[in-house]
């Protein structure tokens, strides 16, 4: 995937507006992600379960302690009888994952026309891919007209998506952006005076 600043993606588009998939791709959001991830500790903040790392495309845990315990000593991998030198293997810190779990990052509210980068942290939670989409059936997530929070419109999440704006399980088709709201989130907009339902 190749992200780009936000005005490069805006210039891109020669006009039209952005989805909300697309902004995602921007440098800017990609940054506050990973800073909400790393306060979080990789963790999701609902099951506790831990994220994998990410390290040029490729997804790593830490060790187990168990793990930790056998690679205790390092083992030579060169001896080499001319030199009197021995090489040893490094003890390796983290390995590729199988099935990795991917992290998100949840706005736990939206205010009209604020790109997702510009929320404060307090704001934002790292979630699981699982946990997001529980969130999002389950719970109704506000989203306001200004920073007042007085006037707030109710939103109809996307019934393919569950309101995430993306599937997880088609991601290697246009980064799984869901094809029913292209990436929106929201089917319509009702708009409600005071308090969020």
Known sequence: MHFKPYKSLVRDKNGEPLTYGEILQSFEWREKREEIIIRDNRTCQ??????????????????????????????????DPL??????????????VENPIYL???HTYYILGKL???????????????????????????????????TIRKL???ARCSGTGYLEQFSYVD??????????????YNLINGKCY
């Not at 997001?132 to 007209?145: A, G, Q, V």
């Not at 952006?177 to 089917?187: A, V």
């Open 46 to 79: 609902r099951c506790h379960v831990q994220g994998p790392i990410n390290q040029q495309g490729i997804q790593y845990r830490k060790l187990t302690k168990e793990e930790e315990q056998k690679y205790d000593y390092a083992e030579p991998i060169i001896n």
């Open 83 to 96: 030199s009197g030198l021995v090489f040893y293997a490094a003890k390796p810190i983290a390995v590729p």
């Open 104 to 106: 998100h990052v949840h």
């Open 116 to 150: 997702p980068w510009e929320y404060s942290s307090d704001s934002l939670q790292t979630l699981c891919a699982k946990c997001h989409e529980d969130l999002h059936r389950n719970e109704k997530i506000c989203f306001y007209f200004d920073e007042s929070k007085s």
């Open 156 to 158: 109809l999440f996307c």
């Open 175 to 188: 980064d799984g952006i869901c094809f029913e709201c292209k990436g929106n989130r929201f089917k319509n």
